[in-house]
């Protein structure tokens, strides 16, 4: 797979480090870069925790243009992006759907915010705004799937035209949004 990480697949879009010392550089970027055509949900992450029991999880997530990320929240953990390439609209929502806030987000060099962390439960999702969105994330393990809430406002991505349509509306008033925040 990688000649420079020991990496263990777990899936077409997981994959976990298994050294005890983990660095990643170009070579393994362009790694997850090859690796995003692989699965439908355009989505691809490198684990550098050890397994999903971990207390503490960090991840090196790429997006495409076109992944679709459910808006969703966790009650008990909080969570920090650091955005390493690509822009990215960060979206927060009420529980009905309603925006609380859209934090334009982007590499270091692009002059928006490049660091987040959410303290407490937030419905959120990406809007992707660059070919490739790259992020370090961070967050409390273990992962359960069930502390993962998904709200009934957002297609659950079983029906492509419907998570198409709920994208671009999003994106729509996303950028509305920024337009009056100015």
């Known amino acids: ?41 355009q989505n691809v992450r490198l684990c550098t925790h050890r397994n999903m029991a971990d ?4 991840m090196v997530i790429l997006h495409s243009k076109t992944t679709y990320v459910r808006p969703h929240k966790y009650l008990e953990k909080s969570v920090s992006y650091h ?16 925006f609380q806030n859209v934090i334009p987000m982007g590499e270091y060099r692009t002059g928006r915010r490049f660091y987040c962390r959410l303290n407490k439960g937030y419905y ?15 967050t409390n393990g ?3 799937p069930s502390d993962t809430l998904y709200p009934p406002w957002a297609p659950d991505g079983s029906d492509t035209a419907a998570m198409t349509r709920f994208q671009q509306e999003l994106t729509s008033k996303a950028d509305a949004f920024l337009r009056r925040k100015k």
């Open 124 to 138: 959120y999702a990406p809007i992707v705004r660059s070919d490739f969105f790259l992020f370090h994330e961070v």
């Open 1 to 41: 797979m990688n000649n420079n990480l020991n990496i263990k697949m777990e899936s077409d879009a997981v994959f976990f480090a298994r050294d005890s010392i983990v660095e990643i550089g170009n070579q393994e970027v362009r790694f997850l870069k090859e690796r995003i055509g692989y699965n439908s949900r």
């Open 83 to 98: 955005i390493i390439e690509g822009i990215v609209d960060l979206v927060l929502f009420d529980d009905q759907g309603g």
């Open 55 to 58: 207390l503490l999880h960090e």
């Open 142 to 144: 273990p992962f359960k």
